[in-house]
């Protein structure tokens, strides 16, 4: 299902039909940008491209949508025809999915008659927010995991099921290896992990049964739950069910106590037992201040299941995206409100040795521009990358991250230098609007 563009503030029809009703149609310019980071963030990774070029390319008014507005009784009926023809026809540049971004750099800009680029405002901030927040996070645990497997385990905690989705996907994108949420897998193609409740384990009169019962359904790659009771006694009876059984212990999952001390315990034990193979999976309460403490601390866990730490971006749970009007026409525009600086005019970031510029779009610098042509009078101009090849790219930049941001215990800044033509026009623009006030 596409989303629909009475996804959208009301605000934004208003003034669609006021643009409309004074036939303002200029083209114009808007950009997608951060003033500042959030707190306990050195940098961002940009993504949710793919659902915003979907958005565009598919953005109509149904006859059900025009019913429901003409129900507001707010719009007379010439713009409700108008609204029957309404397609996006402008032109969308854009970072690439995965990609590291830091303050005050657009990650989108749009181009298009005014009252089309208005329109993509709510929609467009949504769609990337959710799914630029949560890659942010994953990319921190991924960067402190010291390559251990990683799997997404928190729908069950997203807020709704279109986060839940968005989560699957951009832990996918920022290094997470797999996720617990079957839908994700079929949309995505991302691997599907899954082990085995602690409701199961009681549902049986003993721990031994419940093993036992598990190990005959997946008899290769069975992951038992070891902690409903006694963790210690949990390894040793899995063990002596598989044995007992002769089957292969895929892995085991401790979801409480200390578990540093017993996944220690529990390596020792399997091992001595021949299992030198099953793996040791730690999930429950998981960021990237607890797994890095655990990998600190020497634990021989294989991979971690992560939940709603993540899947919430508990400790910094949102992005304060704007999406401001920057040129009309040949005419740069910004605001002048305090506290809320923005530069005007249509712009780039290059990516430079150990800095990015901010330019005007103009402006020939060295380095890699980050803002590219994604969508041309309305259509994609190129197929988009897939998840794995934009996971790649992440993961790509993440390797050349500067240790220092990728430090999650201290604030770090990375170097966002504006051109001269561009502070110089802030400069100009400035001035002119305090004279005219």
Request: hydrophobic share 40%; net charge neutral; charged share 25%.
């Amino acid at each position: 299902m596409g989303i629909s563009p009475l996804l959208t503030d009301l605000y934004e029809i208003t003034m669609l039909y006021a643009y409309f009703k004074n036939g303002k149609t200029e083209e114009a310019s808007f950009e997608l940008f951060t003033r500042e980071l959030p707190k306990n963030r050195n940098y961002l990774i940009f993504a949710g491209l793919p659902w915003v070029v979907e958005f565009v390319e598919n953005l109509h008014f149904s006859n059900e949508d025009i019913d429901y507005i003409y129900s507001l009784k707010i719009f007379p009926d010439d713009f409700l025809d108008f609204l029957k023809g309404f397609r996006f026809t402008g032109k969308i540049y854009s970072m690439k999915e995965g990609e590291i971004f830091f303050q005050n750099e657009p990650v989108i800009r749009v181009e298009a008659p005014i009252y089309q680029a208005q329109l993509l405002e709510t929609t467009l901030m949504n769609q990337v927010h959710i799914s630029s927040l949560i890659a942010s996070k994953a990319a921190r645990v991924y960067t402190v995991s010291g390559g251990r497997k990683l799997a997404d385990f928190s729908l069950r905690r997203t807020h709704g099921v279109d986060a839940g989705i968005k989560v699957a996907y951009s832990t996918y994108l920022a290094g997470f290896d797999g996720t617990s949420n079957v839908l994700a897998g079929k949309l995505f193609g991302i691997p599907v992990i899954g082990t085995v409740a602690h409701s199961f384990i009681m549902a049986f009169n003993s721990e031994e049964e419940a093993f036992r019962a598990y190990l005959k359904a997946f008899p290769e790659k069975a992951v038992l739950l070891v902690d409903t009771y006694d963790t210690v006694e949990g390894v040793k009876r899995a063990i002596r069910v598989a044995k007992e059984l002769g089957v292969k212990l895929k892995g085991i999952r401790l979801d409480s106590g200390d578990v540093v001390k017993l996944s220690k315990v529990a390596r020792e034990l399997l091992d001595e037992a021949g299992f030198t193979d099953c793996k040791i999976i730690v999930s429950g309460g998981l960021d990237e201040y607890r797994i890095a403490q655990i990998v600190r601390e020497g634990a021989p866990v294989d991979s971690f299941g992560v939940g709603t730490k993540v899947g919430t971006s508990a400790d910094s749970p949102y992005i304060d995206f704007v999406y401001k009007l920057v040129q009309i026409g040949n005419r740069p525009i910004m605001k002048m409100s305090p506290g809320k600086k923005m530069y005007p005019g249509k712009k780039q970031v290059f990516r430079q040795e150990g800095q990015d510029l901010l330019t005007l779009e103009s402006e020939k610098h060295t380095g890699k521009p980050l803002l590219e042509l994604v969508v041309k009078d309305g259509k994609r101009v190129k197929n988009l990358p897939t998840l794995t090849e934009a996971r790649e790219y992440c993961l790509e930049n993440l390797s050349k991250l500067p240790p220092q941001l990728k430090d999650i215990y201290s604030k770090a800044y990375y170097p966002v230098v504006v051109s001269k033509e561009l502070e110089e026009l802030y400069e100009k623009l400035e001035k002119e609007l305090t004279e005219d006030q």
